[in-house]
């Protein structure tokens, strides 16, 4: 089975822009959750979607949003970018029926904001 | 908010010492999760622990829980430097929201 993937790998944004992230589950998994990882704050959830419905969400203000597609691909955006927003961003898809609800993780995308 | 809490933060220690790192959490959770971070990769999950009393093995290392003391605890048996990494822990609340510890840098020295 193929991993959790995550497009781009790199981007790198200028404040005041806005940026759009994708993810793509592990085949069969319906829950996709986002967090930003930075050196001073550790990994921080951002939200959850199950079913393309918004389960979770974490405390991050307003500009962060995402939505969650019938294939359970998700996309998370980010408007109005500021430098604090440079991270790893990572997407983690789980399972659903399983009991563990263990989370496994993509490869990130490293966001710079100049 | 639930608040987990992982010591030490760093960690330097000599191949083929044995070393625990510790992860508490502040409210009540029966799942327990830890995970394996490289420089500039990503998670890699390596226990789950879903009840009381539960331990679970693999290779040199070894992770426990204490729901009860809202207590796990990730044990290095004779550490070999393909050991070093970051380490975090992760409690899951009843919505299923994970929240990680701040990780405990782990280096090993030949």
Not at chain 1, 21 to 49: A, D, K, N
Not at chain 2, 28 to 52: A, H, I, M
Not at chain 2, 92 to 102: E, I, M
């Amino acid at each position: 089975k193929a991993g959790v993937t995550q497009t781009p790998r790199y981007l790198i944004k200028t404040r005041g822009q806005q940026v759009t992230l994708s993810c793509s589950p592990i085949s069969g998994h319906r829950s996709v959750s986002w967090y930003q990882q930075t050196p001073g704050q550790g990994l921080q959830f951002l939200f959850e979607y199950f079913s393309e419905t918004q389960r979770n969400k974490g405390n991050f203000p307003g500009r962060f949003s995402g939505r969650q597609f019938s294939n359970s691909r998700s996309e998370m955006n980010v408007s109005t970018l500021e430098l604090g927003d440079s991270a790893l961003y990572l997407c983690a898809s789980s399972p659903t029926g399983t009991g563990t609800y263990e989370q496994y993780f993509g490869p990130g995308t490293r966001l710079t904001v100049t | 908010e639930l608040k987990v809490e992982q010591n030490p933060l760093f960690l330097s220690m000599q191949e083929g010492k044995n070393y625990t790192i510790y992860c508490n959490y502040s409210t009540t959770s029966d799942r327990l999760y830890w995970y394996r971070q490289d420089p500039g990769k990503s998670l890699e999950s390596l226990f789950v622990l879903l009840s009381n009393g539960a331990v679970k093995q693999e290779g040199r290392l070894m992770a426990s829980l204490d729901t009860k003391a809202r207590l796990s605890t990730l044990h290095i048996t004779a550490a070999v430097h393909d050991l070093s990494a970051t380490y975090f822990c992760a409690v899951a609340n009843t919505g299923n929201q994970f929240y990680f510890g701040t990780g405990t840098s782990l280096t090993v020295i030949p």
